[in-house]
């Protein structure tokens, strides 16, 4: 794979790099042992400011380029997941029950790699700015760094990240502009009856015929209520109610996920949702509860940015290996704040075949740092040249 030949010098320092991550993964907020590794690479490489603590265990370093200039921001994700490996790798983890099963291990090793490289030669204006974050996974530690105040402590003017993607071709970029990961909620509707005898029905308010009949109303906001080429998921996918067979339960709950990338889309099914939750309700006797909790919106890439870090991302790989039309995801992704408080691109890196991200024999593939590394020190060379 074509990359920075200087980069492509220390591809074996990198892989040592991330074979550590990997031995040690932390979970969310919390990592001292991850933070410390980045902030001792970071010294040794020469940047020239390490802000350390911010959201707890996110860092943000500067490197300075020649002459006046905007701060560009790039940004990796460090934390690992409650899953137990099963790669049987010799580098697996060394912690029972945590693992780096969505690369975020590469992620920053990738970063790390491209601050070697931009402090060595400094062939770029201005200013970047790595930003390495916690609890990406759960917790959104992207906006806790952004409630931190780190685009405007830093005057950050524009923000790029990528995520490693097993199953497509290893070193091959792909992208869209706009929407590219949705917004990911959550509901729960707690119903309330009376319960009793079973074999005494009419005594009771049974809460499971509206409880079915608002699941089944939930499924008509996708099939009735929204625009058929728009993008949504309504998914119930947990009911909970009864103790015994000759019961009528007083109380039954059930549970699920929303996705969607139009925040207008977002409002018109939590508005949905409410309708057919309270007038269900008063037409079975009932009372009902509805509750709805926002999880990260949608990660929107600004078109002009996406255009920019293909041109990039052509130059590292050839315009045959980048996809700037690939179908966006029904996931999520917290540098979605990030990307709501400043313009800029998130893309994918293809790893290659293997397992998928969060599947206990997921690994990243360390042929492809050098790759994403290049990448990354090639777009702040472009995006603010010297002179
Ligand atoms: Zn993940
Ligand atoms: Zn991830």
């Given at each position: 794979?074509?990359v920075?030949?200087?980069?492509?010098d220390?591809?074996q320092?990198?892989?040592?790099?991330?074979?550590?991550?990997?031995?040690?993964?932390e979970?969310?907020?919390d990592?001292?042992?991850?933070?410390?590794?980045?902030?001792e690479k970071l010294?040794?490489f020469?940047?020239?400011e390490?802000?350390?603590?911010?959201?707890q265990?996110g860092?943000?370093a500067?490197?300075?380029?020649?002459g006046a200039?905007?701060?560009?921001g790039l940004?990796?994700?460090?934390?690992?997941?409650?899953i137990?490996?099963?790669t049987?790798?010799?580098h697996?983890s060394q912690?029972?029950g945590v693992?780096?099963?969505c690369?975020h291990d590469?992620h920053?090793t990738?970063?790390l790699?491209?601050?070697r490289?931009?402090a060595?030669t400094?062939n770029f204006?201005?200013?970047?700015a790595l930003?390495?974050q916690?609890?990406?996974?759960d917790?959104?530690?992207?906006?806790?760094?952004?409630?931190?105040?780190?685009m405007?402590r830093f005057?950050?003017?524009?923000v790029f990240?990528?995520?490693?993607?097993p199953?497509?071709?290893?070193?091959?970029?792909?992208?869209?502009?706009?929407?590219?990961?949705a917004?990911?909620?959550?509901?729960?509707v707690?119903v309330?009856g009376?319960g009793?005898?079973?074999?005494y029905?009419h005594?009771?308010t049974?809460?499971?015929p509206?409880?079915l009949?608002?699941v089944?109303g939930?499924?008509t906001?996708?099939s009735?209520n929204?625009?058929?080429?728009d993008?949504?998921v309504?998914?119930v996918?947990q009911?909970?109610?009864?103790?015994a067979?000759?019961?009528?339960?007083?109380?039954a709950?059930?549970?699920g996920?929303?996705?969607?990338?139009?925040?207008?889309?977002?409002?018109?099914?939590?508005?949905?949702?409410?309708e057919?939750?309270?007038?269900?309700?008063?037409a079975?006797?009932?009372?009902?509860?509805?509750?709805?909790?926002r999880?990260?919106?949608?990660t929107?890439?600004?078109?002009g940015?996406?255009d920019?870090?293909?041109?990039?991302?052509a130059?590292?790989?050839?315009?045959?290996?980048v996809?700037?039309?690939?179908?966006?995801?029904?996931?999520?992704?917290?540098?979605?704040?990030?990307?709501?408080a400043?313009?800029?691109?998130?893309?994918f890196?293809?790893?290659?075949?293997?397992?998928?991200?969060h599947?206990?024999?997921?690994?990243f593939?360390d042929e492809?740092?050098?790759v994403?590394?290049?990448?990354?020190?090639?777009?702040?060379?472009r995006?603010?040249p010297?002179g």
């Amino acid at each position: 794979m074509p990359v920075v030949n200087r980069i492509a010098d220390f591809a074996q320092d990198m892989k040592t790099w991330r074979q550590w991550l990997h031995r040690n993964p932390e979970l969310g907020f919390d990592l001292p042992k991850t933070a410390g590794f980045v902030a001792e690479k970071l010294r040794a490489f020469g940047v020239d400011e390490i802000h350390e603590g911010i959201a707890q265990s996110g860092i943000v370093a500067i490197i300075e380029g020649q002459g006046a200039g905007p701060t560009i921001g790039l940004r990796a994700d460090m934390d690992a997941l409650p899953i137990h490996e099963e790669t049987g790798a010799e580098h697996a983890s060394q912690t029972p029950g945590v693992m780096h099963a969505c690369g975020h291990d590469g992620h920053t090793t990738m970063l790390l790699g491209a601050a070697r490289y931009l402090a060595e030669t400094r062939n770029f204006a201005g200013r970047v700015a790595l930003i390495f974050q916690p609890a990406e996974e759960d917790g959104g530690g992207g906006e806790a760094m952004v409630q931190a105040g780190i685009m405007e402590r830093f005057a950050i003017a524009r923000v790029f990240a990528m995520h490693n993607a097993p199953e497509f071709a290893a070193g091959e970029f792909f992208c869209t502009p706009g929407p590219i990961m949705a917004a990911v909620d959550e509901f729960t509707v707690t119903v309330q009856g009376k319960g009793g005898h079973a074999a005494y029905p009419h005594d009771c308010t049974d809460p499971i015929p509206p409880l079915l009949a608002m699941v089944q109303g939930f499924g008509t906001i996708v099939s009735r209520n929204h625009k058929p080429i728009d993008d949504l998921v309504v998914s119930v996918t947990q009911i909970h109610t009864g103790t015994a067979n000759n019961v009528v339960p007083a109380r039954a709950v059930f549970s699920g996920t929303v996705r969607t990338f139009d925040p207008k889309v977002q409002e018109m099914v939590i508005a949905r949702m409410e309708e057919l939750v309270q007038g269900t309700a008063a037409a079975y006797g009932v009372t009902a509860e509805f509750v709805y909790e926002r999880g990260y919106p949608a990660t929107v890439n600004d078109p002009g940015s996406v255009d920019f870090a293909l041109g990039v991302a052509a130059e590292v790989v050839g315009a045959a290996r980048v996809d700037g039309a690939v179908e966006r995801m029904m996931g999520a992704e917290d540098f979605s704040y990030m990307l709501n408080a400043r313009p800029g691109a998130y893309l994918f890196l293809g790893q290659g075949e293997g397992a998928f991200c969060h599947h206990p024999a997921y690994d990243f593939n360390d042929e492809v740092a050098p790759v994403g590394a290049s990448f990354l020190a090639r777009l702040v060379e472009r995006a603010q040249p010297v002179g």
